[in-house]
C-alpha cells in the first residue's frame, strides 16, 4: 500500500494570530503530518453581517461574538500572514496547504503554486466556483459534507469537464463534534466504485479510532483537526485533537499501512519456519510394513517436523507403504 497523505487541519485554530499558527506548523511536523492546512477567506466575501452562529459555534466560543461575521473577521488571516506560514513551512520540511474559501483567495492561493486545492463541503454545490477552480487547471481535493452522490456527482463532471486535472474525494459529515452513529464510513467506499478515483476521509469525531479504521478501508487521505490546546476560545477547538493525540493518531496510521500488506495470501517467511513444527503431517497410527496398503485406520495426523502434509490425507488413502514404520513415525513416499 501507499503512504497515506495525512493532513493535520489546523484551520482556524490559530485564532487570528499568526504566532500561533506558526507553532501549529511546528506541531503537526513533529508529530509527522504530511501537511498543515489552513483556511484563508475575506470575510466580507463569504457572510453577511447578520448570519448567525451555528449552534456548536455558540456553544465552544466564550466571546462576545454574535454572528457569524464577527467570528470570522477575529479569525482571519491576512495574505501576507499566508506567505510567511508558506515559507516557514517551507523551512521546516511541511507541506503548507489552505482552502480558498471565496474567488479573491482561490486567485490568491492559486498563485502559491500549492500542490492542490483543497475545496471544503460548503463548495460541492457552488457551480460557478468550482468552475473557476476547474479553470486553473489543477488537482483538487472535493469535501463531500451534507450532500447526496448525485451533488457529489455534478459537481465531480463539473471541476473535469472545466478543466481540473484531477479530483479526489473526500468522505465527511459535517458535524462538531461528529457522533459515531452519523460517520457513514462506507461511503467512503461508495464515492471510490461510484467515480474510480482516489479517495480519503475528512474526521470530525471525537477520538483517533475512525481516521484509522478508514485508512484499513482504503483511504488514501486522511485530514484531521488539530489544535494546540483544546480548551482554547474558539468554535473548532474541543472538537480537535491535541498534538499528542494527533501523533498516536499518524503513529497508528503508518503501522495499519504496513499490517494491510499487498493482498497476496501466503505464508511469510517466519511463519514458514514455524509451520515446520506446527502444521500436521500423515503418520503412522500403528506398525505399518512395506506393501501394505495404507488405510484410514493405520494412518493420522499429528505436528511432525518432517513428512508429508496433511493435506494430501485423500492422496496416501489407499496407496501401498514403500516403507516399513513405526507408529508415529511420519509416512514416506520416497
Not at 482571519?76 to 474567488?103: A, H, M, N, V, W
Not at 463531500?144 to 465531480?156: C, E, F, Q, R
Not at 474526521?203 to 475512525?210: A, L, S, Y
Request: net charge negative; charged share 25%; aromatic share 8%.
Amino acid at each position: 500500500m501507499s503512504k497515506t497523505y495525512i493532513i493535520a487541519e489546523a484551520g482556524v485554530n490559530h485564532n487570528g494570530r499568526l504566532d500561533l499558527a506558526l507553532k501549529l506548523c511546528d506541531a503537526a511536523k513533529e508529530c509527522g503530518a504530511d501537511a498543515i492546512k489552513f483556511q484563508t477567506w475575506k470575510t466580507e466575501e463569504i457572510v453577511t453581517k447578520s448570519a448567525a452562529l451555528a449552534r456548536y459555534q455558540h456553544e465552544n466560543m466564550n466571546s462576545k461574538s454574535q454572528s457569524q461575521f464577527e467570528m470570522l473577521k477575529a479569525l482571519e488571516l491576512s495574505y501576507d500572514d499566508f506567505r510567511i506560514i508558506q515559507t516557514y513551512c517551507k523551512k521546516i520540511g511541511i507541506e503548507f496547504l489552505s482552502t480558498p474559501d471565496e474567488e479573491y483567495s482561490l486567485q490568491f492561493l492559486s498563485t502559491l503554486n500549492l500542490p492542490f486545492i483543497k475545496l471544503g463541503s460548503g463548495e460541492v454545490t457552488n457551480i460557478p466556483y468550482l468552475k473557476k477552480v476547474g479553470a486553473l487547471k489543477k488537482d483538487v481535493l472535493l469535501s463531500t459534507g451534507m450532500t447526496y452522490l448525485s451533488d457529489v456527482d455534478i459537481a465531480y463532471r463539473t471541476l473535469l469537464e472545466s478543466g481540473a486535472t484531477s479530483v479526489s474525494l473526500m468522505h465527511c459529515t459535517t458535524n462538531y463534534p461528529c457522533p459515531m452513529n452519523e460517520v457513514n464510513l462506507q461511503a467512503m467506499q461508495t464515492l471510490k466504485y461510484a467515480f474510480n478515483c482516489k479517495v480519503g476521509y475528512s474526521d470530525h469525531t471525537m477520538g483517533i479510532e475512525i481516521p484509522i479504521a478508514a485508512v484499513a478501508m482504503g483511504a488514501e487521505i486522511i485530514e484531521k483537526h488539530f489544535t494546540l490546546d483544546q480548551e482554547m476560545d474558539g468554535p473548532d477547538h474541543k472538537a480537535s485533537l491535541n498534538p499528542m493525540q494527533l501523533k498516536d493518531m499518524i503513529a497508528a496510521i503508518r503501522n495499519i499501512e504496513k499490517a494491510l500488506g499487498d493482498g497476496i495470501k501466503k505464508p511469510n517467511k517466519s511463519e514458514l519456519e514455524i509451520s515446520k513444527v506446527v502444521l500436521k503431517r500423515i503418520v503412522a497410527n500403528c506398525p505399518i510394513y512395506k506393501g501394505e496398503i495404507l488405510t484410514e485406520e493405520k494412518l493420522t495426523v499429528k505436528r511432525s517436523s518432517y513428512g508429508i502434509n496433511a493435506n494430501l490425507w485423500e492422496t496416501i488413502i489407499g496407496s501401498q507403504a514403500l516403507y516399513d514404520f513405526n507408529t508415529d513415525e511420519p509416512i514416506r513416499i520416497k
